[in-house]
């Protein structure tokens, strides 16, 4: 399979929250008088970094985008396309959609790579990824949930908690006042969870530990779990809770983004690596997270290892989590989206040989 040559549609969503503004936007800027700008070198995307890989590959790559609108979806369906190199994270700015475009995808009997509709929809509902944790027998932090009077309690919690929504991604409503220590301040935080992102409150018990993140490469048996990664939270100022709040993760002009920084994980042992590998390959099983995937996880102080959530699709730019883990594995960027395309594309041979199989 690696050397055929493949098209290749990097599909990305896009959505505008309010056509109207971003047209007149573009219509001033085009009307703008030009003026001298300091030149500030613009950091690639990731798809512009994938589309650059596939071609290194020698594959034939093709963007391709989903933009909110029915007629998007039509012209996906006449996509001729080898293969979709799945981007999308929501439709028309909806995050829980994600999973309808996968299973969409699917209907039209295209290829794509990482995740399907199954494994979107189990990782997104926080909830229900907990519960089949448990099922499994992988630690996962005790919780319970609230929405609109209703409280579901999966165990019996106790302070400090953190309170999150069950649905989002992206440490979206996650910030320092997640962190709470007393009946008030959880009360307001769940009322503000349902009211801000109408999604239950997924209420937690806060894990103190080291934020340790497990790339993972690979299906079935021969899923590969990649060097550990730290995102270092100890310099974050006294009395701010350390956790990768959405400032911590995206807000580059904040202090909190400044003080805190990912890397290979350093001082594990070899009993620590392997529990958590174990634990993180566990999840992804579980899940049914397929090509690559990302598990979060806290390690206690006294050792024990406790999963946050699993990404399904985590975010493939260079300078991100998994990208470094591929490449403290030895693969380069490009190798790395290679052995993306190589998996996927194995999956689909797979399939097709086992119902050749079943037909003699
Ligand atoms: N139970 C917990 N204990 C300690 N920290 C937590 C816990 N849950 C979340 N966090 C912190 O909040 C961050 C974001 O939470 P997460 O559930 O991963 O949300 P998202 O899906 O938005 O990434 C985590 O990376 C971690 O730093
Ligand atoms: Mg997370």
Redesign the pocket.
Known sequence: MSGAKLKIALLYDVWNEDPIAAAKEEEVSVRKPRKKVKKVKKEKTDREEIFEALQKLGHEPSYFELDGRPQSLHSLSRCDADLIFNLTESFDGDDTKEMNVVAYIDLLGLRYTGAGPHAIILAQD?AIAKKIFAFHGIKT?FFATAYRGRIEHAHDISFPL?V?PSW?????G?DAG?VVTNIKEMMERVEYIQDEFDSPALI????EGR?IYAGILGNYERAQVLPMVELD?SRLPEGTPK???YDVKFEKNTEVYKLTKSAIAENLDEVTTKRLSDTALAAYRALKLRDYGRI?M?LAPNGDV?V??A?PNPWLASRQEFAMAAKAFGLSYTEMIGAIIDLAMSRYLNASLASTAAMR
Do not use: V, W
């Open positions: 926080k932090p953190i999150k989002e991604d992206g440490s979206i996650i997640s937690e018990e806060y894990i934020e939270l956790i990768a709040s979060d806290r406790y946050i959530e990404n």
